[in-house]
């Protein structure tokens, strides 16, 4: 999905769109976008895209949204950094994994057990 794809939809978009940055992560694309509200006060968007297929081979974007707001900024950024800081010194993942983000594998020396739905609903029994 292209930048203009995305804003060509609505054309008061266009207007409320301040900056836009797009990254590609294997499978996914993220997009930060700043925009404006009515009183031209900034926050963000954070949007992840991923190309799907369905069972007769159309395709179409899942898309994951969340508004960020400038109140809201330094503790975010706090937050994801404590995070990543702490899965970076505490998942090991082997180097040829990295390039396979969507698969489950993981390294025998993590210690994060995996976890499905079902096992969650034998629990509770």
């Not at 930060?32 to 968007?45: P, Q």
């Not at 190309?51 to 900024?73: A, C, W």
């Not at 950024?77 to 995070?83: F, K, Q, Y």
Request: net charge negative; aromatic share 12%.
């Amino acid at each position: 999905m292209e930048e203009n794809e995305k804003h060509d939809e609505n054309p008061q978009n266009e207007r409320e769109n301040i900056y836009s940055k797009s990254v590609r992560a294997g499978k996914r694309t993220y997009f930060f976008d700043v925009k404006a509200t009515k009183r031209d006060e900034y926050y963000l968007t954070i949007t992840e895209s991923k190309k799907r297929s369905t069972v007769d081979g159309n395709f179409f974007y899942e898309k994951h949204k969340i508004f960020l707001y400038k109140e809201d900024f330094e503790k975010f950024a706090e937050g994801l950094s404590d995070v990543v800081d702490y899965i970076n010194k505490n998942n090991v993942v082997n180097e040829s994994d990295n390039s396979q983000a969507d698969t489950d594998t993981k390294s025998e020396n993590t210690s994060i057990p995996d976890v499905t739905f079902e096992d969650l609903d034998n629990k509770k029994k």
